[in-house]
């Protein structure tokens, strides 16, 4: 917009001495109303058109091969991401990580000490003991009752033991191998009451949210832990947009204001439409990027696909409280035997760039057939709207 700051200047100069000169030549002002212009009318005399050098021309439908803007956010697949809790709680022994630090599949995070976990060893340990003597006597009450020596009923009660013990003890397997205890290491010589919470996945550290000496609950999440190899590009998209990206093309995108390029290709592609109208595309980053952390905000730009849009000259396009617009020619009147122009403002969405052309959307029911839109001068016309009030003599 730089470029237009000293003819907009040069205009808005030269337009309000005419003002003046108007006013000033009027001796009946106060006796008549002035008129009211609706809010997206810009009214100019023929003289200000020439000096603001107004040019119309017509949407075409062009097809353009540019570029998507977008933005969005890098993030990881949910499985490169873990939440590191502790089955059975229990009070935190060491501690010596932070965040940011790299770690391993299976390295210790921290040690946690508790009573129950010596008791459900012991209770391991026990029921494995008893497990041995039910199955030497169930092989033996067995034999005996196939040599008619031992009853029926006795050889069920044995076995209903058997069985009890050995469910009893494969489950107290489980709760060990839960807490990060290997039940085939396990003797009657290496009870401890401590137990190591190791990482499930290979990564860094996000956050720590735990220290030496905290009784943690089962529920309380004491690392996180993020795998920053397989990065992912969440990019927001308008559903006006859907038929520019598919899966396969190449985005180029860029972190805070740096001028280092990345590239991401496209996996997936949204399949539903969220309420602002908006829907979410995927993207793998193709390579290992040492400055980019899931989080980081991302401006991209897609490789949209050559498709027949409506489109107009960049320059025609203004930029407004964050709106774009154009300027339609609406009509000629005359008031006080003097000729003027209406512009109508439209608001747009812009699209695709190529070159000097970019892509339109338009509101419904516009016709473009006989629309005649403001090619030049658009930014003297947005001016005149903000700064030059009443203009009419």
Do not use: W
């Amino acid at each position: 917009m730089k470029k237009y700051n000293f003819k907009s200047f040069l205009f808005l100069l030269i337009l309000s001495l005419s003002i003046l000169a108007c006013n000033k030549s009027k001796s009946t002002v106060a006796e008549k109303e002035a008129e009211v212009l609706p809010e997206d009318i810009v009214e100019l005399r023929d003289d200000q058109v020439k000096l603001a050098k107004i040019e119309t021309g017509i949407i075409e439908l062009r097809s353009l091969n540019g570029t998507l803007k977008v933005s969005g956010l890098v993030t990881v697949a949910p499985q490169n991401m873990a939440t590191v809790c502790m089955p059975m709680g229990g009070f935190v022994k060491s501690i010596s990580l932070i965040p940011g630090n790299s770690v391993s599949k299976g390295q210790t995070l921290a040690m946690l000490e508790n009573q129950d976990f010596v008791d459900i060893q012991q209770n391991y340990l026990e029921a494995k003991n008893k497990l041995e003597y039910a199955g030497a006597e169930y092989k033996r009450h067995t034999d005996l009752y196939k040599d008619d020596v031992y009853s029926q009923k006795n050889l069920q009660q044995v076995t209903a033991d058997y069985k009890n013990l050995k469910a009893q003890t494969r489950a107290l397997e489980q709760k060990l191998a839960l807490i990060g205890i290997n039940p085939a290491n396990l003797t009657e010589d290496n009870i401890s009451r401590s137990v190591a919470v190791t990482s499930p996945i290979t990564g860094f550290i996000k956050s720590v949210n735990t220290n030496i000496g905290k009784f943690v609950a089962p529920t309380d999440v004491l690392f996180e832990i993020v795998n920053s190899d397989k990065l992912l590009l969440e990019l927001t998209l308008f559903e006006k947009d859907a038929d520019k990206v598919s899966i396969g093309q190449k985005i180029r995108f860029f972190i805070n204001n740096e001028t280092e390029q990345h590239e991401a290709i496209i996996y997936q592609t949204g399949r539903t439409v969220n309420a602002d109208r908006t829907y979410k595309v995927y993207a793998r980053v193709n390579e290992i990027c040492k400055n980019v952390i899931p989080g980081m905000y991302v401006n991209a730009m897609i490789e949209a696909k050559g498709l027949q849009v409506t489109a107009i000259p960049s320059e025609a396009i203004v930029s407004f409280e964050d709106k774009d617009y154009i300027f339609v020619f609406d009509k000629i009147k005359e008031e006080g035997g003097k000729p003027f122009t209406e512009y109508r403002m439209i608001e747009v969405h812009k699209g695709v760039m190529d070159g000097d052309f970019t892509e339109i959307s338009l509101p419904d029911g516009f016709d473009i057939k006989t629309a005649k839109v403001v090619v030049k001068g658009a930014y003297n016309l947005l001016s005149a709207k903000k700064n030059a009030g009443e203009m009419s003599c």
